[in-house]
């Protein structure tokens, strides 16, 4: 099983932007579709954006379409989110996840669970 390891989560102003890293080890990253999810205080883990085997496809949720930016560079073994434009609304505990089998939005889906990593938009 792939082991994921977040980093790049901090404090930024509204407006800001800030660039998430997801690092695999044990398993290459490209068997594997990964995805990003986020978890706000006391809400539900959300499903924010993912990314294909290839990279080939990519997609959001709807809050955060044209603002964040899932991306893969499978030779270093890592995965991107990209976070533009940020409001205190995003604030949250942000996960990297790992499935095997299917590109969908249910964490249920996921294998692989990286530990977490807290980002925090002032206003």
């Known amino acids: 099983q792939v082991q994921l390891v977040e980093s790049g989560g901090g404090l930024v102003q509204s407006g800001g932007s800030l660039r998430l890293s997801c690092a695999a080890s044990?398993?290459?990253?490209?068997?594997?579709?990964i995805s990003w999810f986020r978890q706000p205080p006391g809400k539900e883990r959300e499903f924010v954006g993912g990314?294909?085997?290839?990279?080939?496809?990519?997609r959001y949720a709807d809050s955060v379409k044209g603002r964040f930016t899932v991306s893969r560079d499978n030779a270093k073994n890592s995965v991107y989110l990209q976070m533009n434009s940020l409001k205190p609304e995003d604030t949250a505990v942000y996960y990297c996840a790992a499935a095997f089998y299917y590109f969908n939005s249910d964490p249920a889906s996921y294998n692989s669970w990286g530990q977490g990593t807290q980002v925090t938009v002032s206003s």
């Open positions: 044990g398993r290459t990253i490209s068997s594997y579709v």
């Open positions: 990314i294909s085997r290839s990279g080939g496809t990519t």
